[in-house]
Nanobody, 119 residues
Framework: QVQLVESGGGLVQPGGSLRLSCAAS????????MGWYRQAPGKQRELVAA???????NYADSVKGRFTISRDNAKNTVYLQMNSLKPEDAAVYYC?????????????WGQGTQVTVSS
């Protein structure tokens, strides 16, 4: 069984910063791409940022220059540093990890962490 534990969400004022973390544990033998998605009320889940095992990154246009994704392979952890937050960034943020577990290669999802941007 694979677990993804997210942390770091919360309430922040516009212009503020938050750092999300997602740690993978359990029966996961290899980790490939890692990423963050978000879903706001009434909207579809969207990719925010992703990072490959080699460190290549890609970002949604709406967060470029403000968010930074990184990973610590030794800790099986992916981070999302979010700066200059805007009200439109408010959403539930989900960690996604592509890895190989006991059932083969697949994507795993975290439980989600709420990010609220409001004054």
């Amino acid at each position: 069984q694979v677990q993804l534990v997210e942390s770091g969400g919360g309430l922040v004022q516009p212009g503020g910063s938050l750092r999300l973390s997602c740690a993978a544990s359990g029966s996961i033998f290899s980790i490939y791409a890692m990423g963050w998605y978000r879903q706001a009320p009434g909207k579809q889940r969207e990719l925010v940022a992703a990072i490959t095992s080699g460190g290549s990154t890609n970002y949604a246009d709406s967060v470029k220059g403000r968010f930074t994704i990184s990973r610590d392979n030794a800790k099986n952890t992916v981070y999302l540093q979010m700066n200059s937050l805007k009200p439109e960034d408010a959403a539930v943020y989900y960690c996604n990890v592509e890895g190989r577990g006991t059932t083969g290669r697949r994507h795993y999802w975290g439980q989600g962490t709420q990010v609220t941007v409001s004054s």
